[in-house]
């Protein structure tokens, strides 16, 4: 939504389904009621769209990816998507609620951001939200900084994501005129898919058109390699990688 990132639809259906798998938690945070118009933005390839509209709630998915969005019409023909940017998005009518699962994080400009989605509610709607809190996935982050410096690569400086905390995030909302009503910062150990090879996914889905611009593909799997080794002995146990993930929940009134 609104970053440089480049998705592979299938890459992330296959091997990142951990992504909608965890977002379970925030629809039923949201508990959509029938009837309700509700907004979900960053929606990727249209899972949690989908199982929110079983509710009878009506249903727009919004992603800043054309091809996330295609991925998403394809397999659910029967929902609404469209390509937007949550920086700066409108509506035809304003609805009940915007939701958002594992999207946020990847637009700095939360300023934008959090104005679109106050314009986008009606009077009494709620924002329901899930993304990387302070701290998500440091461990990876720390040692993909640490790799690339020995290339001489300022690797922070091509970080895509926002992780705030709960203080900071909130007091956004708040300028904007949102209530607060439920925040919570929490560890969230997250299994990566395919075993052995989970980080590897991770890193080619999540991260490659960001940090790793400019190698090629032997390169990119030596450097995977060693970022790997770097993160193994804390990420890494019974045969599988768990990404050190720390999660912002947050609800708020307009």
Known sequence: MGSSHVWKPTLYDEKLGFVSKYGKGVVELLNAQQGEQILDLGCGTGDLSHEIAQSGAYVLGMDYSAQMIEQASNKYPENDFRVGNA??????????????????????????????????????????????GQGNCDTIVKSIYGVLGEYGVDAEGLNPWYFPSIGEYSSLLEQQGFRVTYAVHFDRPTLLQDGENGLLHWLSGLAADEFFQGFNATEKAFIFDKISHACRTSLFRDGAWYADYKRLRIVAIK
């Open 87 to 132: 920086e700066q998005f409108t509506l035809d009518q304003p609805v009940d609620s915007v939701f958002s699962n594992a999207a946020l994080h990847w637009v700095k400009n939360a300023s934008s951001v959090v104005a679109s989605i106050w314009n986008a509610l009606k009077p009494g709607g709620r924002f329901v939200a899930e993304f990387g």
